[in-house]
């Protein structure tokens, strides 16, 4: 995993512990808290990590002869 990543993923946990950024859903017990808070890291990081990896990744070099 190269440190872009690591540090995306901390990020992202750490924006998305509950209580942090938001807290869903209100008026509900700890453990559905953070199971949904679970859920919305999941999808939330299944959805952008392809772009980060991309936006990580050194661009080729191209030789001209």
Same mark, same amino acid.
């Given at each position: 995993?190269?440190?872009?990543?690591?540090?995306?993923?901390?990020?992202?946990?750490?924006?998305? /512990?509950?209580?942090?950024?938001?807290?869903?859903?209100?008026?509900?017990?700890?453990?559905?808290?953070?199971? /949904?808070?679970?859920?919305?890291?999941?999808?939330?990081?299944?959805? /952008?990590?392809?772009?980060?990896?991309?936006?990580?990744?050194?661009?080729?070099?191209?030789?001209?002869?």
């Amino acid at each position: 995993m190269n440190v872009v990543m690591f540090v995306y993923v901390a990020v992202l946990f750490f924006v998305l /512990t509950p209580g942090v950024l938001l807290s869903l859903p209100p008026k509900s017990s700890k453990f559905v808290v953070a199971a /949904t808070h679970a859920v919305v890291f999941a999808i939330v990081y299944n959805l /952008t990590y392809k772009m980060v990896w991309k936006l990580s990744q050194p661009s080729p070099v191209v030789v001209l002869a």
